[in-house]
Each structure stands twice: as C-alpha cells, then as structure tokens.
C-alpha cells in the first residue's frame, strides 16, 4: 500500500475566510494525486486532479478559482478552499495511485464553515 | 458520465448472518475496487479486481468482478460487529486512466 496523511484533520472557519489542507504521500513519490469532496451520507465525488509542477485538472462543476491546488513537490499537494461558505462544509478526501489502477485514501479533513 | 449504482443502500443484519451487497453499471470498466470507509476516516482498499469473471476472498469476504466487466458483488460470511462501515465499489473506466468513479455506497451495519 501507501501511506497518506493530511492535515488538518479537522478545521472550522468563519465565512469568508481561507482554509489550507495538506496532503502528503509519506512513502512515495506521486507525481499524480486526487481531490474527493464527501457530503454526509453521501458517495465521494472527484473534484481534480493534481499534477505535480503542471496545473490542475478539474472535474465539471467544480470552479478552480475558489478550489485551488496546488502540487509543490512529488509528496505534496494542497487544497486551499478561498472564501469559504457554509455550503462549502464537508469532508475532504485526496489520494494518490500507487501500482496499477489501485488508489490509496488519506484520511479526511472535515471543514466546518460558520 | 459513468455511473456505479450499489444495492442495497442500507442493510442492517444479525450477527453471523451471510449478505451480499451489488455494484452495477451500464459502462465497462478496465478495474473495479472495493473499499471500506468507518465514520470521520478516508476508504480504505479491500481488494481490486481486474479481470472479467474474476473471484478474490478475503477471509470471510468474497469479490467477484463479472464477466462483462459491468457489474461486481461483495458477498461476507458470517458478518460480524467489525465488518460494520460504508462499502464503496469504484471503478476504472479505461486502462491507464487514473480517475475513479465511485459507487453509491453501502451502509451496512451488523447488529451484535
């Protein structure tokens, strides 16, 4: 497998305000990783793709001026959530693909947005 | 757009009870994964299948990936408290292609 870690784990901000999460493959050099968004009780929807010293490619309906990413070295990549909403609360998922079509998870972060 | 449907849903069972949760859908994919996801935590892998046709157990869990390559089941034996979670197919619609399509879900919980 891969090791994955995320930080924050969990963050609540005031509306309007920026919110950083970092996801870091602790074992691998990734020069691909991925973005989910998971609402309650609800699936893991793909936001983007994030392409180590390229940009980023993202999926339909997800607007790149306020999901921001950015993949700095072959072990990081970071979501910055701008001008964050109460809509914009869930559960943020990346992961990275490790072997042949298996990819590995991290472990969340939960953003609350008040 | 590809989509995986998973059934059932829900699905609340008795200890040591057998269940066998489905993923189906209309579209071919090259690999299909399940994964395992507990409250607050990311999915964590189970298996991939990636041959048509294809059964892996592990343990007291059965995958099988279908011929076509369209649909795949889970099938647990003798569920117990630990199995309960969100199971979750996802799918690789081309060789290569590194994005996942990801099922519905299953919530499943086992009742001691």
């Known amino acids: 497998g891969a090791v994955v870690s995320q930080h924050p784990s969990w963050v609540i901000c005031k509306s309007g305000t920026s919110v950083k999460i970092e996801c870091r493959s602790l074992d691998f050099q990734a020069t691909t990783m991925f973005w989910y968004r998971q609402f309650p009780k609800q699936s893991l929807m793909l936001m983007a793709t994030?392409?180590?010293?390229?940009?980023?490619?993202?999926e339909q309906g997800v607007e790149k001026d306020k999901f921001l990413i950015n993949h700095a070295s072959l072990t990081l990549s970071t979501l910055t959530v701008t001008s964050a909403h109460p809509e914009d609360s869930s559960f943020y998922i990346c992961?990275?693909?490790?072997?042949?079509?298996?990819?590995?998870f991290g472990p969340g972060t939960r953003l609350l947005v008040l | 757009t590809q989509l995986l449907e998973q059934s059932p849903q829900f699905l609340s069972i008795q200890e040591g009870e057998n269940l066998t949760v489905y993923c189906n859908s209309s579209s071919v994919f090259s690999s299909l994964q399940w994964y395992r996801q507990e409250p607050g935590e990311g999915p964590v892998l189970l298996v991939t299948?990636?041959?048509?046709?294809e059964v892996k157990k592990l343990k007291r869990l059965t995958f099988q990936f279908g011929d076509a390559r369209k649909d795949s089941s889970l099938h647990i034996t003798a569920a117990q408290p630990g199995d309960t979670g969100l199971y979750l197919c996802a799918g690789s619609p081309n060789f290569g292609n590194e994005k996942l399509t990801f099922g519905t879900g299953t919530r499943l919980t086992i009742i001691p």
């Open positions: 299948v990636v041959t048509g046709g």
């Open positions: 992961s990275l693909r490790r072997g042949q079509e298996t990819q590995y």
């Open positions: 994030s392409n180590e010293g390229s940009k980023a490619t993202y």
